[in-house]
């Protein structure tokens, strides 16, 4: 389970776990004031960061099956973490961030139907790109409300950018080898940067969110359109009840969930956790997918819209003047959630524990 260790002793899903653990705190520390979101803010970055150390470890030690799950996990829960909270603080819309975690939950629910007909996608670099704007683009509008002032924004994210445009070209100087990444950062900053002194922070703020929805939606084209390809060259057979059930939950619970952020009172942890845990079950059911070993359409169907239909009644009492209500249907959502997850986790451990 811990994985290859390094010499330190330091294993990449230790480094994931970490991560992980370290997400509940900075989601919290959004609501503990201007020092709170500093706080927040810096494991913010401190996240993402250690995202290249543990992909870094990974590499050089050998994957394991537990960290090829946990991994993309963290980084779903990284921007669930920031942008339902971003919602209720008023931040970011509610519409864009709807249509982000219905791209993901899709995507996952498509996965998953590839992966059961024996058709597998690697990550392409275009969606690996996409979950660096998402990490990336949070914290810079976190970044942007905290110091406020847009000339003073431009200047430090000018000098952001000229100093990994320097690393970049050092790098390339030593290596002879060009890194697309760093390179992609430079002209994603330049871009915001000018973005910045032409217009502000509020103009920056909804250009970097446009972009995030933009090329999280880009990044789907290949599951879309290759999937498709490839299952009717190979012959298999069309969409299942299992299927349907994946692709309705995934259309049905990010609308509903950012509702309860957006209409009712509730605390956000609720809708949150919610997220969160219907994010994480997709990893799973991708890896028990590959096994052949995933949740039956009634299994999945019943724990997915079970929960949307909770989170639904809750929404609709909300809006009929009654939050008591709404608070015992949300949460019996997150209950269904909850508990369906555990077990569906729990059912599936010996695949991603067996070889760490």
Request: charged content about 15%; aromatic content about 10%; some cysteine.
């Amino acid at each position: 389970m811990a994985g290859r260790r390094t010499r330190s002793g330091v294993t990449a899903n230790q480094v994931t776990a970490v991560r992980i653990a370290a997400m509940p705190g900075m989601a919290w520390l959004l609501y503990q004031g201007e020092a709170g979101q500093w706080a927040a803010l810096a494991i913010a970055v401190a996240v993402a960061l250690t995202d290249t150390l543990d992909g870094y470890l990974a590499r050089k030690h050998g994957p394991t099956v537990l960290g090829s799950l946990l991994d993309p996990i963290a980084d779903k829960l990284f921007i669930v973490a920031l942008f339902v909270p971003f919602v209720h603080l008023g931040y970011f819309p509610f519409v864009p961030v709807a249509l982000i975690f219905l791209r993901e939950l899709l995507v996952t629910a498509l996965r998953t139907a590839y992966e059961r007909r024996g058709v597998r996608f690697r990550t392409s670099y275009l969606a690996k790109v996409k979950t660096w704007v998402q990490m990336q683009g949070a914290i810079t509008v976190l970044a942007f409300r905290l110091i406020g002032d847009s000339r003073a924004t431009a200047w430090v994210l000018a000098a952001f950018t000229v100093a990994v445009a320097a690393g970049a070209a050092f790098a390339w100087a030593r290596e002879r080898r060009l890194r697309r990444g760093p390179w992609i950062m430079v002209g994603a900053c330049a871009a915001v940067d000018a973005t910045l002194w032409l217009g502000g922070v509020d103009v920056a703020s909804s250009a970097i969110v446009v972009a995030i929805v933009a090329l999280t939606w880009l990044s789907a084209v290949d599951y879309f359109t290759a999937g498709v390809r490839e299952l009717a060259a190979r012959g298999r057979p069309g969409w299942s009840p299992a299927d349907a059930a994946r692709v309705a939950g995934a259309i049905a619970l990010p609308g509903l969930v950012i509702a309860v952020v957006v209409v009712t009172r509730l605390p956000v942890w609720i809708p949150v956790a919610i997220l969160a845990f219907e994010l994480a079950l997709g990893g799973l059911d991708n890896l028990l997918a590959h096994h052949r070993a995933a949740a039956g359409a009634l299994e999945w169907g019943l724990r997915t819209l079970g929960t949307a239909a909770l989170v639904a009644a809750g929404v609709i009492a909300s809006r009929a003047g009654a939050p008591g209500w709404a608070l015992w249907l949300v949460s019996a959502g997150l209950a269904v959630s909850v508990i369906g997850g555990v077990r569906e986790f729990r059912r599936g451990s010996h695949y991603y524990l067996a070889q760490g």
